[in-house]
């Protein structure tokens, strides 16, 4: 999955968006202000732009809500490269917050 960040327009919003801190969607990001000076939550979405550039819209929207290990893979991609989390870190996340089987993790974090 793409490690490349895709620079968009950045939108900074007064809520959670669909309950998370930021969200990607292809052409911009928005993102929580409290978050605004988070770079690598801003380099995380841009990894998730890239990936959406990359698959398609449609096609990635379907897989992230049909496909766990899709789900793991950018995800994974995006923290590591984006966020620079370390695969420890990044495996408890996709376990506890993305609902991820743990096989699934092992597979595509190692
Ligand atoms: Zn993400």
Redesign the pocket.
């Known amino acids: 999955m793409t490690q490349e960040r895709k620079k968009v327009p950045v939108f900074y919003v007064p809520f959670r968006p669909i309950y998370r801190r930021g969200i990607a969607c292809h052409w911009f990001i928005l993102i929580r202000s409290k978050y605004s000076g988070d770079l690598n939550l801003l380099h ?1 979405e841009e990894i ?1 732009c890239a990936q959406m550039r990359n698959v398609g819209l449609l096609k990635y929207l379907w897989r992230y809500y049909t496909d766990k290990r899709f789900v793991a893979e950018v ?1 994974y991609a ?1 923290f590591k490269y984006g966020s620079k989390y370390n695969d420890r870190r990044i495996k408890h996340i996709l376990e506890h917050n993305y609902n991820v089987p743990i096989d699934v993790i092992e597979e595509v974090v190692g």
């Open positions: 995380h998730h995800e995006a």
